[in-house]
């Protein structure tokens, strides 16, 4: 059974902390691994990873991902309240429909 | 450029009630999802589409129907409404599997439903 897990489920910190969210996956016919933020509504997506070892940055943002460890990483430097969120993993499978699985979620809360 | 829309945005509904959830999306997506999101157990597919005329079961289908009789929409129907079925529902769309690089799933804003 496919199976996305994330850790930490929440984290409280303070502004200006640098955080790591982590998720692993055991996944068959693995394609691309997909990291979003949701704000209550909607997600939204942040980013996109099919490659090991090879990091995705946006701004204070980035993550890597491990196709031999299966794992991802996302790290936010110097947070902001306006990080606090939901974040979620999900993996793409190469079969019809291209399917994700997510994960739970990391409720990330940052305190001024 | 709507994006994905949902109608409604909020319901409530007692049990044995039915209604149809609308997904609608402009971007010429091939591909659409409905997921549920319930605390503590992520999102959930109940019913996907990989196309006009097309739908499959997703993770969770049991008391959902859909259908996808055109392109830019994709219908969720609860037939006999449950409390179990208080949820939060997403729809989502994407372009075609064969399209690399082009995976990203665009979500809805969320349809809030009660069922009493």
């Known amino acids: 059974e496919d199976k996305v897990v994330q850790s930490p489920l929440s984290l409280v910190v303070h502004e200006g902390d640098t955080v790591t969210l982590n998720c692993s996956y055991e996944?068959?016919?693995?394609?691309?691994l997909l990291w979003y933020k949701q704000e209550k509504k909607a997600p939204t997506f942040l980013f996109m990873l099919t490659s090991s070892g090879i990091e995705k940055k946006s701004g204070r943002l980035s993550s890597i991902l491990d196709k031999k460890e299966l794992f991802s990483i996302l790290n936010i430097t110097a947070t902001q309240t306006g990080d606090s969120a939901v974040y979620l993993c999900?993996?793409?499978?190469?079969?019809?429909?291209?399917?994700?699985?997510f994960g739970e979620g990391t409720q990330l809360t940052v305190n001024p | 450029n709507a994006g994905v829309t949902q109608t409604p945005k909020f319901r409530v509904l007692k049990t044995g009630q039915s209604m149809t959830l609308l997904c609608a999306q402009d971007m010429n997506h091939e591909y659409m999802y409905w997921y549920r999101q319930d605390p503590g157990m992520g999102l959930r597919l109940i019913h996907y589409?990989?196309?006009?005329?097309?739908?499959a079961k997703g993770e969770v289908p049991d008391g959902y129907n859909v259908s996808r009789l055109k392109k830019q929409n994709f219908l969720l129907g609860l037939e006999s409404a449950a409390p179990s079925q208080t949820s939060v529902y997403f729809c989502?769309?994407?372009?075609?599997?064969?399209?690399?690089?082009?995976?990203?799933?665009?979500f809805g804003p969320g349809t809030r439903l009660l069922v009493l």
């Open positions: 989502a769309s994407r372009h075609s599997f064969w399209d690399r690089g082009r995976e990203t799933q665009y």
């Open positions: 589409s990989v196309g006009e005329g097309t739908t």
């Open positions: 999900a993996v793409v499978k190469e079969t019809s429909g291209s399917r994700l699985t």
């Open positions: 996944v068959t016919n693995f394609r691309s």
